[in-house]
């Protein structure tokens, strides 16, 4: 049974959020609550899979939302090159997750179906669930379906021996996790199906939601397919960097040998 190594690539940050940006119910809202921007790149042996791509300098600025670093130039300490990459799975189809896949032209997408219908669908007619969408992004995801290089799932599917998707919606129609096999068990790439460990560890949803049921369910998904609770790597959580060993840049963490210090929350 093939294991992967995981590695946690930070692109971005913003400071300047407060508690009641990442959580619907909470007492403190006022308190400053930081979030990191990452991208997860899969390697086993030759094989190699990319995990979202960030979001570029153009989108940035459209968005008043500056990046540390350009997705591949922050790639670039794993010896990787954006031609070289052929899968990428969309986690979903938001801006900072998305805003990158035409740096990756070779790349066949692995998306949930679902996710593809939302974007593209009446949904879309309300400025509130359209925010976290960039219809360039979409379009290219639509480009490259129409070039035969989007490939889609509907629910639970494997990707590679030791890669699987599971979709579990809520904050986005299409939403996905990724569980991968790693030399410590299946560890489980959230996304934003957890932002936060504090999301499905207090059980707080983020309040960029569609479906906040399926939210809810998606934290119990995530303990389920976690081999142990501490190998659910949240999507936006600086704590990542900090109990992860750091990896072949100070931007870029280990992730597959465990976590190195204790998870807040899960000790």
Same mark, same amino acid.
């Given at each position: 049974?093939?294991t992967?190594?995981?590695?946690a690539v930070?692109?971005?940050?913003?400071n300047?959020?407060?508690r009641r940006?990442?959580?619907?119910f909470?007492?403190?809202?006022?308190?400053?609550?930081p979030m990191?921007?990452?991208?997860?790149l899969?390697?086993c042996?030759p094989?190699?899979?990319l995990?979202?791509t960030?979001?570029?300098d153009?989108?940035?600025?459209?968005?008043?939302?500056?990046?540390?670093l350009?997705?591949v130039t922050?790639?670039?300490?794993?010896?990787?090159?954006?031609e070289?990459i052929t899968?990428v799975?969309?986690?979903?189809?938001h801006?900072d997750?998305?805003g990158g896949?035409?740096?990756?032209?070779?790349?066949?997408?692995?998306?949930?179906a679902?996710?593809?219908?939302?974007a593209?669908?009446?949904?879309?007619?309300?400025?509130?669930?359209?925010?976290?969408?960039?219809?360039g992004?979409i379009?290219?995801?639509?480009?490259?379906?129409?070039?035969g290089?989007?490939?889609?799932?509907?629910?639970d599917?494997?990707?590679?021996?030791g890669?699987t998707?599971h979709?579990?919606?809520g904050?986005?129609r299409?939403?996905?996790a990724?569980?991968?096999r790693?030399?410590?068990?299946?560890?489980v790439?959230?996304?934003?199906?957890?932002h936060?460990?504090e999301?499905?560890?207090?059980?707080?949803?983020?309040?960029i939601v @569609?479906?906040l049921?399926n939210m809810?369910?998606?934290? !119990?998904t995530?303990? +389920? *397919?976690?081999?142990? %609770?501490?190998?659910? =790597?949240?999507g936006h959580?600086p704590? @990542?960097?900090e109990?992860?060993?750091?990896?072949?840049? !100070?931007?870029i963490? +280990? *992730?597959?040998?465990g %976590?190195?210090r204790p =998870?807040?929350?899960l000790s």
């Amino acid at each position: 049974m093939s294991t992967w190594e995981v590695h946690a690539v930070k692109y971005a940050d913003r400071n300047s959020r407060t508690r009641r940006d990442s959580f619907i119910f909470d007492d403190n809202h006022d308190a400053p609550h930081p979030m990191d921007y990452f991208m997860w790149l899969l390697r086993c042996g030759p094989r190699t899979i990319l995990v979202d791509t960030g979001y570029d300098d153009a989108e940035a600025a459209s968005r008043d939302r500056p990046i540390r670093l350009d997705p591949v130039t922050a790639l670039a300490p794993l010896g990787i090159t954006p031609e070289a990459i052929t899968d990428v799975i969309v986690t979903h189809l938001h801006y900072d997750h998305a805003g990158g896949l035409h740096l990756f032209p070779n790349a066949r997408l692995h998306m949930q179906a679902a996710e593809m219908a939302y974007a593209t669908g009446p949904c879309m007619c309300h400025d509130t669930l359209r925010m976290p969408f960039t219809a360039g992004h979409i379009c290219e995801a639509v480009q490259r379906l129409y070039s035969g290089k989007v490939i889609f799932t509907d629910g639970d599917a494997e990707i590679a021996d030791g890669v699987t998707v599971h979709c579990i919606g809520g904050h986005s129609r299409g939403l996905q996790a990724v569980r991968v096999r790693t030399e410590k068990g299946w560890m489980v790439l959230a996304s934003d199906a957890a932002h936060y460990y504090e999301n499905f560890v207090a059980r707080k949803p983020f309040p960029i939601v @569609v479906d906040l049921q399926n939210m809810l369910d998606g934290f !119990d998904t995530l303990l +389920r *397919l976690a081999s142990r %609770p501490e190998l659910i =790597v949240p999507g936006h959580d600086p704590i @990542v960097c900090e109990v992860f060993a750091p990896g072949a840049a !100070d931007h870029i963490r +280990r *992730l597959d040998p465990g %976590p190195q210090r204790p =998870v807040p929350g899960l000790s």
